[in-house]
């Protein structure tokens, strides 16, 4: 499997169970439009990861399909930062996955968009005016929980207690990936982080909260390492294509 292909499978499987895990929150959200809006949310995230399992498949040339890849792999074979499998917990720690997640994305599709790869170019271009609503969402919902009562920081900072080691991993890089940044085809993921931290430590500054300055980050993101909770994850995701082989819609 080539440098490339894994890149776009990372990015494929990132949105896959980012947004298998905010499905969760359908006919749970705490009122009927932000129940709406993190159902929206998830529904795009699906969408990206369709469109780059499509592209994934078309390199790896085998004959498979975008549910062959999305479906019938194995643990191992996911190449997700740890971070989109945690727990959503209460909301102000979906919140927040959802908001670093996003300005991730942001950043990461924005260079993309200079991508000499025209597949990537494309699909950066599609998925960022989807990402820049999100980032606007979470960042007013993250502006509430900072600023709204004591109860409500208290949360939002427990959730980053919960979830900072685990940002880092959103940078790791799959095999290879410095080839494909030499040849314009991605964004640097180093480059990326810098740029990660300086836009959340500018956002924290305006929501009054205090910026990690933490390095200890968990390792295995890109690299088929997984936290104990994405088995459950795929048992749900994958149990009518297991169940049912070569089931159609």
Same mark, same amino acid.
């Given at each position: 499997?080539?440098?490339?292909?894994?890149?776009?499978?990372?990015?494929?499987?990132?949105?896959?169970?980012?947004?298998? @895990?905010?499905?969760?929150?359908?006919?749970?959200?705490?009122?009927? /439009?932000?129940?709406?809006?993190?159902?929206?949310?998830?529904?795009?995230?699906?969408?990206?990861?369709?469109? &780059?399992?499509?592209?994934?498949?078309?390199?790896?040339?085998?004959?498979?399909?975008?549910?062959?890849?999305?479906?019938? @792999?194995?643990?191992?074979?996911?190449?997700?930062?740890?971070?989109?499998?945690?727990?959503?917990?209460?909301?102000?720690?979906?919140?927040?996955?959802?908001? &670093?997640?996003?300005?991730?994305?942001?950043?990461?599709?924005?260079?993309?968009?200079?991508?000499?790869?025209?597949?990537?170019?494309?699909?950066?271009?599609?998925?960022?005016?989807?990402?820049?609503?999100?980032?606007?969402?979470?960042?007013?919902?993250?502006?509430? &929980?900072?600023?709204?009562?004591?109860?409500?920081?208290?949360?939002?900072?427990?959730?980053?207690?919960?979830?900072?080691?685990?940002?880092?991993?959103?940078?790791?890089?799959?095999?290879?990936?410095?080839?494909?940044?030499?040849?314009?085809?991605?964004?640097?993921?180093?480059?990326?982080?810098?740029?990660?931290?300086?836009?959340?430590?500018?956002?924290?500054?305006?929501?009054?909260?205090?910026?990690? /300055?933490?390095?200890?980050?968990?390792?295995?993101?890109?690299?088929?390492?997984?936290?104990?909770?994405?088995?459950?994850?795929?048992?749900?995701?994958?149990?009518?294509? @297991?169940?049912?082989?070569?089931?159609?819609?």
């Amino acid at each position: 499997m080539n440098s490339l292909t894994n890149y776009t499978l990372k990015l494929a499987d990132d949105t896959l169970i980012m947004g298998q @895990r905010l499905a969760e929150w359908c006919g749970k959200g705490p009122y009927l /439009e932000e129940d709406i809006a993190l159902t929206n949310i998830a529904l795009d995230y699906l969408g990206q990861s369709n469109n &780059f399992y499509k592209y994934a498949a078309q390199l790896q040339g085998e004959g498979k399909t975008e549910d062959d890849l999305a479906f019938l @792999r194995v643990e191992k074979e996911y190449l997700n930062a740890q971070m989109v499998e945690l727990p959503n917990e209460d909301y102000a720690q979906t919140i927040l996955k959802v908001y &670093f997640f996003c300005v991730y994305q942001k950043l990461l599709y924005e260079k993309m968009s200079d991508s000499a790869d025209e597949t990537l170019f494309a699909l950066a271009q599609k998925s960022l005016k989807e990402v820049k609503y999100h980032y606007i969402h979470s960042k007013t919902w993250m502006n509430v &929980f900072a600023n709204g009562t004591d109860e409500s920081k208290s949360k939002i900072e427990n959730a980053l207690e919960n979830i900072w080691e685990y940002t880092g991993g959103l940078f790791d890089e799959t095999e290879d990936e410095e080839s494909l940044f030499k040849l314009d085809l991605i964004p640097s993921s180093k480059e990326l982080y810098e740029e990660w931290k300086l836009l959340i430590k500018k956002d924290f500054s305006e929501f009054n909260l205090n910026f990690s /300055e933490s390095n200890f980050m968990q390792k295995g993101s890109r690299k088929g390492i997984h936290t104990e909770y994405f088995g459950f994850i795929l048992c749900e995701l994958q149990y009518m294509q @297991r169940t049912y082989p070569d089931c159609a819609w």
